[in-house]
């Protein structure tokens, strides 16, 4: 059984920080992608970030240097380290990985930016 939680999320205000952790069940985050997405209120879900395996790293232009993606291989977990956030960082946080050529999303985690 493959299941990601998501944690971390909660209320910030803007220039805040905060820190999403992803656990992962079933499969081992070492051997596999995983990426972070948001969904904001009325929109679709879009890419965050990602580590791969091989421990390359992607981030989208817009959280470019606010935001670092790592894991930690004893615990099983990925984590999302976001800083000076902006309002525009508003939304549902999931994380996602692929097993057997199916991907797996987390139940998501809620980041409310505040001014």
């Known amino acids: 059984q493959v299941q990601l939680v998501e944690s971390g999320g909660g209320l910030v205000q803007a220039g805040g920080s905060l820190r999403l952790s992803c656990v992962a069940s079933g499969i081992t985050v070492t051997d596999r992608t995983v990426g972070w997405y948001r969904q904001a209120p009325g929109k679709e879900r879009n890419f965050v970030a990602e580590i791969r395996s091989n421990r390359d790293t992607f981030y989208d232009a ?8 790592s894991r930690d291989n004893a615990k099983n977990t990925v984590y999302l380290q976001m800083n000076s956030l902006e309002p525009e960082d508003t939304g549902i946080f999931f994380c996602k990985t692929w097993h ?3 991907g797996y999303w987390g139940q998501g985690t809620q980041v ?3 001014l």
Do not use: A
Not at 62 to 69: M, Q
């Open 112 to 114: 409310p930016v505040y």
């Open 100 to 102: 057997s050529r199916t």
């Open 62 to 69: 817009s959280v470019k240097g606010r935001f670092t993606i």
